[in-house]
């Protein structure tokens, strides 16, 4: 949803940059982003940092330092914290009405994702007022506009993932996460390759998955690196929706050099 209201912008500042590219401090246009993006999550956006904008050779659009509000009641203020984004998109599909987003940057964002103790979960958008449920709704991008966004190049750079349970009275933490990820359209197939530091100990990790279609299962693979002993874990098989939630069918291996230092890796890491 956020994806889609930014878009969205950068349709609109490139209207805009027909009329008068010399005349515009893109820092005018913090407002309408904002907005764009309250529409689409029904959270309060903020924006402390710079903005610019330009038109050609491709419609570039840089952010700086911005804020996603958390859910009321959320332990931390804000869901999302960004230090900068970046996103390039190729100007020739837009004539076609396709997206190929070239790249996009996610600089040390911070995700605050929580269980609140009442059972809402904070990543849940259009929860709280009924009007917030509104604008996320009408936000709601379709399945043709979700099947012509191609995504070439995603890069998350040090993002810090905080995971907290209300319920259960858990905090887990994931740092330095870097990742690069690619995908055919907003359904898959994607591709995601990185690594992150989980309880003090480094991670690398790779994930293939399927075109996500109604009614069929989604193959799904994860290769689990642990450095320090050598050693790597793969997950291979299907994920499927049914009425009694989420279904997974897969296949486990490990292999390394030491599997009683990989496993004491992997009883330290699950805490």
């Keep these: 949803k956020i994806l889609f209201g930014v878009v969205g912008l950068v349709l609109v500042l490139a209207a805009a940059v027909l009329i008068g590219p010399g005349l515009i401090d893109w820092n005018d246009y913090r407002d309408e982003i904002a907005d ?6 029904g959270r309060d956006f903020v924006i402390d940092g710079d903005v610019d904008f330009q038109l050609l050779p ?4 840089s952010v700086g330092v911005s804020r996603l509000a958390n859910l009321e009641g959320a332990v931390a203020p804000d869901m999302v914290r960004l230090k900068s984004f970046d996103m390039r998109i190729q100007f020739l599909p837009l004539f076609s009405r396709r997206i190929v987003i070239e790249s996009m940057v996610l ?25 917030a449920g509104r604008a996320s709704t009408e936000g709601a991008p379709g399945a043709a506009v979700m099947g012509a966004v191609r995504l070439d190049s995603l890069t998350i750079d040090n993002a810090t993932l905080i995971y907290r349970d209300g319920q259960a009275g858990t905090v887990e933490r ?16 994607l591709h995601v390759k990185g690594g992150f530091s989980f309880n ?16 069929e299962s989604l193959p799904v693979s994860l290769r689990l690196k642990f450095p320090a002993a050598k050693a790597e874990t793969r997950i291979s098989g299907t994920l499927s929706v049914k009425d009694g939630g989420p ?3 897969a296949k486990l291996r490990s292999q390394g050099p ?9 009883m330290s890491a699950g805490g």
């Design 58 to 61: 491709a419609p570039t659009l």
């Design 258 to 266: 030491d599997l009683g230092r990989f496993a004491a890796l992997m």
């Design 174 to 189: 994931i740092e330095g996460l870097n990742a690069e990820i690619t995908a055919q359209t907003l359904y898959g197939p």
């Design 247 to 249: 279904e997974v069918t």
């Design 107 to 131: 600089r040390e964002p911070v995700v605050e994702l929580e269980v609140l103790a009442d059972g809402r979960r904070n990543w849940e958008f259009g929860q709280g007022t009924a009007k």
């Design 36 to 41: 764009q993006i309250r529409k689409a999550t």
């Design 200 to 215: 003090g100990i480094p991670l690398g990790f790779e994930v293939n998955a399927g075109k996500i279609a109604a009614g």
